[in-house]
């Protein structure tokens, strides 16, 4: 028999959970991190008839800040709760072409962090709005994670980091830095990439592999896999603006944008940078994908290996969790997967994969039983979480 629950009454589980929760809370040391949990999940899934996290707790206070970095001020949302003295605190990174600091998502997500007593901030930036991976991010972070920490209401000893996607593996780098590498205690890793080049080449020849484009054949497996256009864009404009000659991206530009149609007299005349460039953006065999890398210009090699995780995964002192949707269209679910198998178990304390988002929002549809069974992935990834921020 075929059993339909509407998403109505899966938020009426929820709540009846909620109150579970609440009894525990007063009966178990735990108890108080589980309650916490529930009461956040209605905040961030989609269309939640009751947000009980709002029946108990002050409104929070969301204020536009600007801290010091290298060249000058960045800017800033600091998200405080409305009660209490230090809490603990998470810098949140949003990655490429996020939404807007007003946009409701976002404030939503910031209050409800405040609510469930989670020092929030959330800092801007012109290249991230521009679809622009820029290295000097990573030189932000670092002082917009100092800035956070000196705050007054802020706990240093429960202090981490989060990011979606390009922002997770930026946040990933910055941790890394020497600065405040011991400072953090843990990050909070959605749908991000580990390696600069493995992403190049899922997007180059539209394939996911597993575990490296070094180990495929009998020791791995590849699929199929069309990635966003966003995705496509944003490597497009990485690979392209690395070309030393202005000529040969204004030509790379107008090739991509024309879908690469048979041109040969340009290309033939290109340098070997920029060749390769073209040839990764032409949609190659995932085979002939090293070579390209390889000849690619060396001032992009140094930037992509700037901006991976994996060039110095083992300066991150932190604690790491994951999360990623099998079905994400932007960055392949492998790239979390090559993280946690870099990294020790005793470092990861948390893996999740999804099957409910897109990309970083839960709006995949699903049906009513799935939907039960992500909500409570969900519920056990983000209660780690708040055990270490609590």
Not at 56 to 83: C, I, M, S, W
Not at 162 to 179: E, K, N, P
Request: hydrophobic share 45%.
């Amino acid at each position: 028999m075929l059993i339909r629950i509407s998403a109505k009454n899966a938020f009426a589980y929820i709540a009846a959970l909620i109150l579970m929760a609440s009894l525990l809370a007063a009966a178990s040391p735990s108890g108080r991190t589980a309650f916490l949990t529930l009461s956040f999940l209605p905040e961030v899934l989609p269309n939640a008839p009751i947000r009980p996290l709002r029946w108990v707790t002050a409104d929070p206070v969301r204020q536009p800040v600007e801290y010091p970095n290298a060249t000058g001020y960045g800017k800033a949302d600091l998200y405080l709760p409305g009660e209490g003295t230090e809490h603990g605190a998470i810098l949140l990174f949003l990655g490429v072409n996020p939404a807007g600091r007003d946009d409701p998502r976002v404030v939503g997500l910031g209050n409800a962090l405040a609510r469930a007593g989670v020092v929030t901030m959330i800092p801007w930036s012109d290249s991230m709005t521009q679809r622009r991976i820029a290295v000097g991010e990573i030189d932000n972070l670092v002082f917009a994670y100092q800035y956070l920490l000196q705050h007054a209401r802020v706990d240093p000893e429960r202090a981490g980091m989060a990011g979606f996607c390009v922002g997770a593996s930026l946040a990933m780098v910055a941790a890394q830095d020497a600065r405040i590498s011991k400072d953090v205690r843990f990050i909070n890793f959605f749908g991000g990439y580990f390696d600069g080049t493995d992403l190049i080449a899922s997007v180059a020849a539209s394939t996911r592999y597993y575990p490296s484009i070094d180990h495929l054949g009998d020791q791995g497996e590849t699929q199929p896999w069309s990635p966003n256009e966003l995705t496509r864009q944003v490597v497009a404009a990485q690979l392209i603006e690395g070309v030393a000659s202005q000529q040969e991206r204004q030509v790379l530009t107008e090739l991509y944008r024309g879908s690469f149609p048979n041109i040969k007299a340009d290309v033939d005349s290109f340098s070997p940078g920029a060749r390769s460039v073209y040839g990764l953006l032409s949609g190659p065999k995932l085979a002939d994908v090293p070579a390209l890398i390889d000849g690619l210009p060396a001032g992009t090699l140094a930037s992509l290996r700037s901006i991976s995780p994996s060039t110095r995964i083992g300066d991150l002192k932190a604690k790491v969790l994951i999360m990623h949707d099998r079905q994400d269209d932007l960055v392949p679910s492998e790239e979390s997967r090559r993280l946690a198998d870099s990294l020790g178990p005793d470092q990861v304390i948390r893996y999740t994969e999804f099957a409910f988002f897109q990309h970083v929002d839960p709006t995949r549809p699903v049906g009513p039983l799935t939907f039960l069974r992500e909500g409570a992935k969900l519920y056990w990834h983000l209660y780690a979480v708040f055990q270490e921020v609590s």
